[in-house]
C-alpha cells in the first residue's frame, strides 16, 4: 500500500532563505507524486507533479522537486522564500487505480522578513 | 473559464440534521472526489466517482453519501450518523488521460454546533 511522511508539520524561513519541505513516499509500484500547496480556506492548488519523466521536476512559482529513488524522497525546495509562499503544502502520491491520491499531513510554511 | 465550483463556502448547522454540500465541476472530467480535512490529518478519502450512476467509498465513508446523476454535479450529504461532521470538505476532478493532477475546488466549511 502507498503512503507519505511530510517530515516537520511547521517550518518557518527567514525571506529570501532556502525553502526545503520534506517528503518521503511508500509504494510498491513506480509512483506518481505530487506536491501541492493550499492558501488558508481555499482549495488545493498543483505545484508539480513527478510521473516517472525527468528526476528533478520544476514546477510554479520557482519551486521544484526531486525525485530519488534509493531515498524513496520527493523533496519541495525553492532557492529563495517570498512572504507570499506561506501556505500549507502537501505531498500526495497516487494510489492505485481510478487516480486515487494518498495524501500527508501537510507541512506549514511561515515566512518571517 | 473551466473550474470546480463548491457550495456553500460556509455551512452552519445544528446537531443532528443532515446536510448536503454540492460540487458542480464544468471541466468536462469523468472522475470526481470528496476529501475530508482536519487539522494535521491531511486530506482523507471519502468517496469518489468514475462514471455516472457509479460511486465507490473511500477511506471514511462512514456517515456520508453521494450521488452522480450528472456527469458535472457530486453531492455529498454528510448524515447525522457522522460522529463528528466540523471539517472542511474539499471536492477534486481528474481528466481521463494518463495521469494527470486533480483539480480542486475552493471547500466548503462546516461547523456543526
Known amino acids: 500500500a502507498q503512503s507519505v511522511t511530510q517530515l516537520g508539520s511547521h517550518v518557518s524561513v527567514s525571506e529570501g532563505a532556502l525553502v526545503l519541505l520534506r517528503c518521503n513516499y511508500s509504494?510498491?509500484?513506480?509512483?506518481?507524486l505530487f506536491w501541492y500547496v493550499q492558501y488558508p480556506n481555499q482549495g488545493l492548488q498543483l505545484l508539480l507533479k513527478?510521473?516517472?519523466?525527468?528526476?528533478l521536476v520544476k514546477g510554479i512559482n520557482g519551486f521544484e522537486a526531486e525525485f530519488k529513488k534509493s531515498e524513496t524522497s520527493f523533496h519541495l525546495t525553492k532557492p529563495s522564500a517570498h512572504m507570499s509562499d506561506a501556505a500549507e503544502y502537501f505531498c500526495a502520491v497516487r494510489s492505485g487505480g481510478y487516480n486515487k491520491l494518498i495524501f500527508g499531513a501537510g507541512t506549514r510554511l511561515a515566512v518571517h522578513p | 473559464d473551466g473550474g470546480i465550483t463548491q457550495s456553500p463556502k460556509y455551512l452552519f448547522r445544528k446537531e443532528g440534521q443532515n446536510v448536503t454540500l454540492s460540487c458542480e465541476q464544468n471541466l468536462n472530467h469523468d472522475a470526481m472526489y470528496w476529501y475530508r480535512q482536519d487539522p494535521g490529518q491531511g486530506l482523507r478519502l471519502i468517496y469518489y466517482s468514475q462514471i455516472v450512476n457509479d460511486f465507490q467509498k473511500g477511506d471514511i465513508a462512514e456517515g456520508y453519501s453521494v450521488s452522480r446523476e450528472k456527469k458535472e454535479s457530486f453531492p455529498l450529504t454528510v448524515t447525522s450518523a457522522q460522529k463528528n461532521p466540523t471539517a472542511f470538505y474539499l471536492c477534486a476532478s481528474i481528466g481521463d488521460r494518463g495521469f494527470n493532477e486533480q483539480f480542486f475546488g475552493p471547500g466548503t466549511r462546516l461547523t456543526v454546533l
Open positions: 513527478y510521473t516517472s519523466a525527468a528526476t
Open positions: 509504494s510498491s509500484v513506480p509512483p506518481y
